[in-house]
């Protein structure tokens, strides 16, 4: 059994017990003592097994275990499990005391080899379900002469040269399946008053006399079914369910059924997941996604189950399912978990659907290896050989039409490590800049503190009115819309200090005012200039230091202006300076700008 094939077996095994329950009831139906008191038994069957039939390990050969359903069980419900291998034929379930009978296995094919591949003579007393089996060249595949109820379900029915399906006495329901190659006759064949078939869901295309016959008054219903390239697609009396697509005209059609179609655009008989040969449609086709969902064909709400592959009818938020053995189902990404941080040899998981039917995960040239895989989710390693970076994701059907394509997206992060420089008392607004991760994306400050004025808002951006100059770092982190945030970055800012400079230490006092000639460099200044002195003074006998302010101004200049500032002498100034007889005449100008100390000189004053 191959890998994608196992993905699938969970899904048919929940079919094949919700099969087994319908045919308990039926069985009570028929004899209710044994149905009631029938217990399950499994039979193992291998193509070369000569055990006793009691296990996987220890197999018999089918022959041996049709035997022993049928003398062995005493009214018990029977399963036959089958490996995946050929068996040669003809078989043949004859009458015994079992209750029901199944035939199960992925990958296992009956070769009628010239006879009839399986026929079925057991009476009506017994229900026979046939799963995930491909049925082939035989002189007919399946021939029900004896009365009892069989169910096909996932079978392929191929090449058989007197037809396929032949049902002369009793029950045939036939769903999801393929009848496909057959000569001689119809490859589905009713034609006894007696007994009645239905096909539903199934695919029946290049048989050479005809797709289905129906005779003798007899019932033969068809729903939901896709016939193509028949020599003719009806013969006969057919019960329409609805539904059904074929290009040729000779099926009876109701409201939802189409004839004629030119465009159902099958594919040839090949392996596309799932234990027996399908034929693919692709969303060209005619019968892609016809059936509304919740709409009943026969008894069933038919997109509630799944194709003959075990790939789920509904997909996703599609609001219908296609006629035919097979659903188109290309993989939808709709997520990635962990999203915008996959590691080399680490695992992730795509979310979305039609992930369930052996999609294969590539990473550029590398398949990864799946470790999961359902409807809705698939998860995988990401390969270890992968070059660093991001890398793009292909997702390919097994039948090669399908593929999507994605990029890895890498984790977020603050790209940004240095601001441009803000100048003091001036407007700021700067935004940091992210790289990967999924926008939108949040921003915020872990560490240290912005000049005073500054603030960070959510959206990445820096701005305000910075009230003090000065170098500044802080630690800023991102997350995306994902909930992926980045490590702490450091980020500077360097707010410029203004440069003031003085022309000449050497002042003319005129008046009561001390003209200054100032420049400044780098940035807006704004400040204060002052001329103070150092005095001594005696108080009540002692001598006290002091500085007087002689003279001092507030001042404005742009960046690059040189401008003269005028120092008004203060009163307290003018009465040293008068009073003070032999006065130094050496002054201290003190120069500020942006709340620092930016230039200090010895000034002489005369």
Same mark, same amino acid.
């Given at each position: 059994?191959?890998?994608?094939?196992?993905?699938?077996?969970?899904? +048919?095994?929940? +079919?094949?017990?919700?099969?087994?329950?319908?045919?308990?009831?039926?069985?009570?139906?028929?004899?209710?003592?044994?149905?009631?008191?029938?217990?399950?038994?499994?039979?193992?069957?291998?193509?070369?097994?000569?055990?006793?039939?009691?296990?996987?390990?220890?197999?018999?050969?089918? $022959?041996?275990?049709?035997?022993?359903?049928?003398?062995?069980?005493?009214?018990?419900?029977?399963?036959?499990?089958?490996?995946?291998?050929?068996?040669?034929?003809?078989?043949?379930?004859?009458?015994?005391?079992? @209750?029901?009978?199944?035939?199960?296995?992925?990958?296992?094919?009956?070769?009628?080899?010239?006879?009839?591949?399986?026929?079925?003579?057991?009476?009506?007393?017994?229900?026979?379900?046939?799963?995930?089996?491909?049925?082939?060249?035989?002189?007919?595949?399946?021939?029900?002469?004896?009365?009892?109820?069989?169910?096909?379900?996932?079978?392929?029915?191929?090449?058989? @040269?007197?037809?396929?399906?032949?049902?002369?006495?009793?029950?045939?329901?036939?769903?999801?399946?393929?009848?496909?190659?057959?000569?001689?006759?119809?490859?589905? $064949?009713?034609?006894?008053?007696?007994?009645?078939?239905?096909?539903?869901?199934?695919?029946?295309?290049?048989?050479?006399?005809?797709?289905?016959?129906?005779?003798?008054?007899?019932?033969?219903?068809?729903?939901?079914?896709?016939?193509?390239?028949?020599?003719?697609?009806?013969?006969?009396?057919?019960?329409?369910?609805?539904?059904?697509?074929?290009?040729?005209?000779?099926?009876?059609?109701?409201?939802?059924?189409?004839?004629?179609?030119?465009?159902?655009?099958?594919?040839?008989?090949?392996?596309?997941?799932?234990?027996?040969?399908?034929?693919? =449609?692709?969303?060209?086709?005619?019968?892609?996604?016809?059936?509304?969902?919740?709409?009943?064909?026969?008894?069933?709400?038919?997109?509630?189950? #799944?194709?003959?592959?075990?790939?789920?009818?509904?997909?996703?938020?599609?609001?219908?399912?296609?006629?035919?053995?097979?659903?188109?189902?290309?993989?939808?990404?709709?997520?990635?978990?962990?999203?915008?941080?996959?590691?080399?040899?680490?695992?992730?998981?795509?979310?979305?659907?039609?992930?369930?039917?052996?999609?294969?995960?590539?990473?550029?040239?590398?398949?990864?290896?799946?470790?999961?895989?359902?409807?809705?989710?698939?998860?995988?390693? $990401?390969?270890?050989?992968?070059?660093?970076?991001?890398?793009?994701?292909?997702?390919?059907?097994?039948?090669?039409?399908?593929?999507?394509?994605?990029?890895? =997206?890498?984790?977020?992060? %603050?790209?940004?490590?240095?601001?441009?420089?803000?100048?003091?008392?001036?407007?700021?607004?700067?935004?940091?800049?992210?790289?990967?991760?999924?926008?939108?994306?949040?921003?915020?400050?872990? #560490?240290?503190?912005?000049?005073?004025?500054?603030?960070?808002?959510?959206?990445?951006?820096?701005?305000?009115?910075?009230?003090?100059?000065?170098?500044?770092?802080?630690?800023?982190?991102?997350?995306?819309?994902?909930? $992926?945030?980045?490590?702490?970055?450091?980020?500077?800012?360097?707010?410029?200090?203004?440069?003031?400079?003085?022309?000449?230490?050497?002042?003319?006092?005129?008046?009561?005012?001390?003209?200054?000639?100032?420049?400044?460099?780098?940035?807006?200044?704004?400040?204060?200039?002052?001329?103070?002195?150092?005095?001594?003074?005696?108080?009540?006998?002692?001598?006290?230091?002091?500085?007087? %302010?002689?003279?001092?101004?507030?001042?404005?200049?742009?960046?690059?202006?040189?401008?003269?500032?005028?120092?008004?002498?203060?009163?307290?100034?003018?009465?040293?300076?008068?009073?003070?007889?032999?006065?130094?005449?050496?002054?201290?100008?003190?120069?500020?700008?942006?709340?620092?100390?930016?230039?200090?000189?010895?000034?002489?004053?005369?």
């Amino acid at each position: 059994m191959s890998g994608s094939d196992a993905r699938l077996r969970a899904n +048919r095994s929940r +079919r094949r017990l919700a099969a087994s329950t319908i045919l308990l009831a039926v069985g009570a139906l028929a004899a209710p003592g044994a149905a009631q008191a029938a217990s399950p038994v499994t039979y193992y069957a291998a193509s070369n097994g000569t055990g006793d039939c009691s296990s996987a390990a220890n197999p018999c050969s089918l $022959v041996t275990a049709l035997a022993h359903a049928a003398t062995d069980a005493g009214g018990e419900n029977v399963t036959i499990d089958l490996a995946a291998a050929t068996y040669t034929g003809p078989f043949t379930i004859a009458p015994g005391t079992e @209750t029901a009978l199944t035939l199960a296995g992925d990958g296992a094919i009956l070769n009628g080899s010239g006879g009839i591949t399986l026929k079925v003579t057991a009476s009506g007393a017994l229900d026979v379900t046939l799963e995930d089996l491909t049925l082939e060249n035989g002189a007919g595949n399946l021939d029900a002469t004896g009365g009892a109820t069989v169910d096909a379900v996932d079978d392929a029915f191929i090449d058989g @040269t007197n037809g396929s399906i032949a049902v002369t006495s009793g029950k045939l329901v036939v769903k999801d399946s393929t009848i496909a190659g057959s000569s001689g006759a119809a490859g589905v $064949v009713d034609d006894s008053s007696g007994t009645s078939a239905s096909i539903y869901g199934s695919t029946i295309t290049a048989n050479t006399n005809g797709g289905v016959a129906e005779g003798g008054g007899a019932q033969l219903s068809l729903g939901a079914d896709l016939l193509a390239s028949n020599g003719g697609d009806c013969n006969g009396t057919i019960t329409d369910l609805g539904y059904n697509y074929s290009d040729g005209t000779t099926c009876s059609g109701t409201g939802t059924s189409h004839r004629g179609e030119s465009t159902l655009a099958l594919g040839t008989l090949a392996a596309n997941g799932g234990g027996t040969q399908t034929e693919s =449609i692709t969303p060209t086709s005619a019968a892609y996604d016809v059936v509304p969902v919740g709409a009943t064909v026969g008894t069933e709400t038919f997109c509630s189950g #799944s194709d003959q592959r075990g790939v789920p009818r509904a997909q996703g938020p599609a609001s219908a399912c296609s006629a035919g053995a097979y659903q188109y189902a290309p993989p939808i990404v709709s997520g990635v978990s962990p999203r915008a941080s996959l590691e080399l040899g680490l695992p992730g998981t795509l979310i979305g659907y039609g992930l369930a039917n052996g999609t294969i995960v590539k990473f550029g040239s590398t398949t990864a290896t799946i470790t999961s895989q359902s409807d809705g989710s698939l998860s995988f390693d $990401v390969p270890l050989s992968l070059a660093l970076g991001s890398q793009p994701i292909t997702l390919t059907n097994p039948d090669g039409s399908t593929a999507v394509s994605f990029s890895t =997206i890498p984790g977020p992060g %603050v790209s940004t490590s240095l601001l441009t420089p803000g100048q003091y008392d001036i407007a700021y607004s700067q935004a940091l800049a992210v790289s990967g991760g999924a926008g939108p994306y949040t921003y915020a400050l872990t #560490s240290g503190a912005l000049p005073v004025g500054l603030s960070l808002a959510s959206s990445g951006v820096v701005s305000g009115t910075p009230t003090r100059a000065g170098g500044f770092a802080f630690g800023v982190t991102v997350t995306d819309a994902n909930a $992926v945030s980045s490590s702490s970055v450091a980020v500077s800012l360097v707010i410029a200090t203004p440069v003031i400079s003085i022309d000449s230490a050497k002042l003319r006092l005129s008046g009561t005012s001390l003209p200054v000639t100032l420049s400044c460099a780098g940035a807006p200044c704004k400040g204060t200039a002052s001329l103070t002195e150092p005095l001594k003074t005696r108080v009540t006998g002692k001598v006290k230091s002091m500085t007087v %302010v002689l003279a001092s101004v507030r001042y404005s200049l742009t960046s690059g202006q040189r401008d003269t500032v005028r120092l008004a002498l203060t009163p307290s100034g003018s009465q040293v300076l008068k009073h003070v007889k032999k006065h130094s005449r050496k002054e201290t100008l003190t120069v500020t700008a942006a709340a620092a100390t930016t230039e200090t000189s010895t000034a002489l004053v005369s």
